[in-house]
């Protein structure tokens, strides 16, 4: 299993759990001291690249890792993800807008692409995108991140329907508000939007990594087999509630 974004946040919780089930796991992300650390701490088989998921020669490194690592070269959680800008849609760059393109989907696209020519050949296997409720809603301030998400989801349903027939399964997940650190800063320097953002969720709270995580690993379980092409949201409630 490759997991992209994996030095830190949901992505490091879900290399735990894929591991503590007996998978092997090719962690990637640019941070190679925090990569390094990730991987110390799992007790099983375990690779790292680091580098830019936007590179697709990084892409192409990890699926090379996963074929040299016993039992990992099944699927893919494409998790890595930023969301640097806060502000109104009129006033978000272009400079803004390449930034979380380049790396929310093209990254995203260029490990799709190398994992699941890969899996075509094994003729099974699974992609998880890592999408969120932001790209199903119209919420404020994030615009560039909201369309990469809706992308993401696109992403999602095109490959479903074109890998399926070889029985490869591609679904997203899509994540309300995770207590990591892409949120941290912002709810912490902002108090009245952590209490909006709790007060919509019908279960009161932010979800926690692990939250995010297990649904995730669930779609890569042979519990999933029967479902493709699917958005799963992990959001307490938040989207039902409007
Ligand atoms: N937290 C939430 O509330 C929430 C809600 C909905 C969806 N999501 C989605 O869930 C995913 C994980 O988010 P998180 O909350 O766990 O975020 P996080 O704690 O900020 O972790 C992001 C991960 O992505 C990696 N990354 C960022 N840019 C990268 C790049 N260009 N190339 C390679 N790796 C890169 C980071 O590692 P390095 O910095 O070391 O590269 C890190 O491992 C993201 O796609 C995010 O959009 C999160």
Avoid: C
Avoid at 37 to 50: C, H, N, Q, S
Avoid at 85 to 92: F, Q, V
């Amino acid at each position: 299993m490759i997991v992209t974004g994996a030095s830190r946040g949901i992505g490091a919780t879900v290399a735990e759990l894929v591991v503590a089930h007996g998978g092997g796991v090719v962690l990637v992300a640019r941070t190679e001291s925090a990569l390094a650390e990730v991987a110390a701490g799992l007790d099983g088989p375990v690779a790292t690249v680091t580098g830019d998921v936007s590179d697709p020669a990084v892409a192409d490194a990890a699926v090379t890792a996963a074929s040299g690592l016993p039992g990992a070269l099944w699927g893919l959680v494409n998790n890595a993800g930023i969301n640097p800008h806060y502000g109104p849609a009129t006033d978000t760059s272009h400079e803004s807008w390449v930034e979380v393109v380049r790396v929310n989907l093209l990254g995203a696209a260029a490990f799709a692409r190398a994992v699941g020519a890969a899996l075509a050949q094994t003729g099974s296997g699974r992609i998880v995108n890592i999408s969120s409720i932001a790209g199903l809603t119209g919420l404020p301030n994030i615009v560039a991140y909201n369309a990469t998400k809706a992308g993401l989801d696109a992403m999602t349903r095109t490959m479903a329907v074109e890998l399926g027939p070889i029985g490869v399964l591609v679904n997203s997940v899509a994540p309300g508000t995770i207590s990591t650190e892409m949120v941290a800063e912002l709810l912490e320097a902002n108090a009245a939007l952590r209490e909006k953002l709790v007060a919509k969720t019908p279960l009161g709270r932010v979800g926690s990594p692990a939250e995010a995580a297990w649904p995730i690993v669930f779609l890569l379980t042979d519990a999933a087999s029967f479902i493709t092409g699917e958005v799963l949201t992990v959001d307490g409630g938040r989207l039902a509630a409007g």
